[in-house]
């Protein structure tokens, strides 16, 4: 546990967002998820759940009027980020303000109420799941931005939410999500047991807690189910939560009429077409998505986070889909952006319906591939419309800052150290914001480049040739192969630069400390600008979307969906975003909540991004 401070003395600026980069965060992330992937091969958590599943009803079956509901996902990192987003979502409603290059095809609703339901599509707190990490980045982000916190005075009248989690939220085995998000009460007369800590049956948001498994079947009013699906760390569902939404089909609960919304905790789109999936094998998921086709289910939608941009491809009706569909994702909740302008989220996807014939049984015959598909594969459809938030020239754009992101802090310290009051107050933030910042990976690297240079050993030379080809091998075999000659390279040039410098002459204890100090500083300025340099221009060639791009641990371009059902069943999609957050927040003079208000120059402007609609 880092030494987090809690409650109202801690305002947002002050909860800095993660420095991935950061030897520590990346030592406790790998720790956290080896030990939880060794859990799930041996007891899969997601099968201790009640196997009893049913089709959760969140409202109405049919309304004669609008059905407003929201998704957020990938929340708690920075504060800043994080309330800006929990403040805007919880504002009784918003009225519109439409994006300058967005044009208007229908005219819009005069106020968007804030959701009837709240979806939140996993990874909620970071670096990694523990009760501290949810209360500090999340819930008191949370409990702290709304207007009325007062949940416990109005139990009756709170608003349901449905989670699903994501990685981040499985490096605990998932322990305080199931704590926090699912209704776990095995009978009512034990409630009395029950601590504080563990509200039964409300969530620490204070939404009211519908599901009794990690994933969930929904039906929203006028015919539309959303489904939520939970791939643990082993990008499938499990055997029990398969056979779960089988039956939901099998019997009859779901129909051809219903229009289906599945909810991912990871847009697997993005990957390869087929998802690695072996022939003659196919992944749950796959299966089951084949099931619903067969069955003549609409997926009209295809939902996730887990990439923290906002991305929308549409595949519009043909002669075998008489419907449009669309696979979005969105992760803008709070965590640090990812770029759009990367080939992962550039290239045309498609979907490919594949009957193997050579599979062992009849049930591993089919499947529905959904990916970037190489041209010699055969496929059905594509999802050629395409919009993105952020824009690709902003994504594009910041890959200036990027450069020198490893001397960088992500917490934004400047208007923090103006206003210390004494010394130890500064120097406590600048040293803070030093030992968590991403300016420790170019310590470390500037470390083993000198012990590369002062010891006759191959191994710290071979060390950092191997962290940038596993960093760099994000994308392909090929980028790690690129960025191991180039991690090769940068010792070698360190190595004909200083193996023979004359700094390094000298027997007197003094010199020789000048000249050691010397050393360093080179090789800690190289590491971080080469990393830097390399991985920007990895970037920009559309390369490495998450390890290139997360040193820059960059907070704007936030965004959130609130969907509206109309009286026809049509699903109407309303994405809001703010290209910037303010980084600096006061006490709130006005009232007692929300709890902080901006004093920046920095201001959250939020707009309308994307609007879309399915029709019925
Ligand atoms: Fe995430």
Redesign the pocket.
Known sequence: MSNYIFGKKQPPHKRWAVAWYNPFVLYRSIKEMLSTNDQIRNLDRREMYSPEFTLIQVAEDTRDGDFWWDFV??TGDGGNATFTVAREMQKAFLTPKVCSDLKLKDPLPERFPTGELLVLG??LA?PGASVEEYQYRLTEMWVAASSNPDMQSHRDTLKPSLVIP???DWFDNISTFTRYFIDTRPKQNELAFMSAETEPDITPLGTRKLQKQSYFAARLPNRWVILGFDFALVGDIDRQQFAAFFALFNSGKITPEDNLILLYPEPYWTRHLGDDARDGYPKRYQRLEALMLKLGCRIRMRLA????HYARETAKADHQFQYDDMLITS?GGG?FLHPTHTKNVNTVKAMSLVDEDQAMTADLRERVRIGIATSDENTVRRYQDKTFYPRKRDSRALLLENVVSFFRSTAHIGKQLRACNTRAEHAKVFWGAVVQGNVMFSVLLGSLLMAAIMTESLWPGLIIVLMFLGICKESSNATAVIGGLAGGLLVIFVEYCLTNAPLLEGSEWWRIGISKTLVFLFCFILAGLFTGVLFSLFSLVGYLPNNAFSPLGYEGFKSFIRFRIDAEGNLHGYVWGTDDVPRYWIENPDAHQPVWIEKDKRKAEWQIKDIFILRK
């Open positions: 996902s990938d996993g990874d970071y994501q990685n981040h986070g887990d990439i923290h992760g965590a």
